[in-house]
T-cell receptor
Framework: GAVVSQHPSWVICKSGTSVKIECRSL??????MFWYRQFPKQSLMLMAT?????????EQGVEKDKFLINHASLTLSTLTVTSAHPEDSSFYIC????????????FGPGTRLTVL | GNSVTQMEGPVTLSEEAFLTINCTYT??????LFWYVQYPGEGLQLLLK?????DKGSNKGFEATYRKETTSFHLEKGSVQVSDSAVYFC???????????FGKGTRLSVIA
């Protein structure tokens, strides 16, 4: 089956530093990737949608200068949390939609970010 | 707009009990409907889906039927196991290449 990986699986950083999270589709090409944030015991909040080769579309309330998304290839998207603060601590999940699929998404295992 | 409402948990059941997790939706057009499952410490996995009215999705003993007349997609399983303990998310995607819209999730705990 289709596999999506995320790296790192967890990261702890100091306040003010930047953290990059990678999302890779391992065995398929993903024209669209999505980034979600999940708070404890809550649902997934869509942060942004990224299409390969174009700028990401951010959801209302998500700061695009703070959460930089790059979708450089059909198998890789990155999320960089810039100048992280404790309130950015969360579980970040990516998903990838295969080329030619209208309603299928495969999810990565998530990245736990803790900002001290 | 598009939204998904699912019953709040947590739900605690004994092993072999019958499970129902209610899910209703609001959407324009004809959405595809999904149930995702998140096991402890893991990412979301697609459990089942249905793409048109009266379709029944099924997987691992779980079933859900796309009911357009009641705008519902309730998840059922006849006999739950401890290994089914997880958080279950109902979701939809409107027609076309649009992001998933998730419900808030329902935590299920099955005790032996």
């Amino acid at each position: 089956g289709a596999v999506v990986s995320q790296h790192p699986s967890w990261v702890i950083c100091k306040s003010g530093t930047s953290v990059k999270i990678e999302c890779r589709s391992l065995d398929f090409q993903a024209t669209t990737m999505f980034w979600y944030r999940q708070f404890p015991k809550q649902s997934l909040m869509l942060m942004a949608t990224s299409n390969e080769g174009s700028k990401a579309t951010y959801e209302q309330g998500v700061e695009k200068d703070k959460f930089l998304i790059n979708h450089a290839s059909l198998t890789l998207s990155t999320l960089t949390v810039t100048s992280a603060h404790p309130e950015d601590s969360s579980f970040y999940i990516c998903s990838a939609r295969p080329r030619g699929s209208a309603d299928t998404q495969y999810f990565g295992p998530g990245t736990r970010l803790t900002v001290l | 707009g598009n939204s998904v409402t699912q019953m709040e948990g947590p739900v605690t059941l004994s092993e072999e009990a019958f499970l129902t997790i209610n899910c209703t939706y609001t959407a324009t057009g004809y959405p595809s409907l999904f149930w995702y499952v998140q096991y402890p410490g893991e990412g979301l996995q697609l459990l089942l889906k249905a793409t048109k009215a009266d379709d029944k999705g099924s997987n691992k003993g779980f079933e859900a039927t796309y009911r357009k007349e009641t705008t519902s997609f309730h998840l059922e399983k006849g006999s739950v196991q401890v290994s089914d303990s997880a958080v279950y998310f109902c979701a939809l995607t409107p027609s076309g290449n649009t992001p998933l819209v998730f419900g808030k999730g329902t935590r299920l705990s099955v005790i032996a």
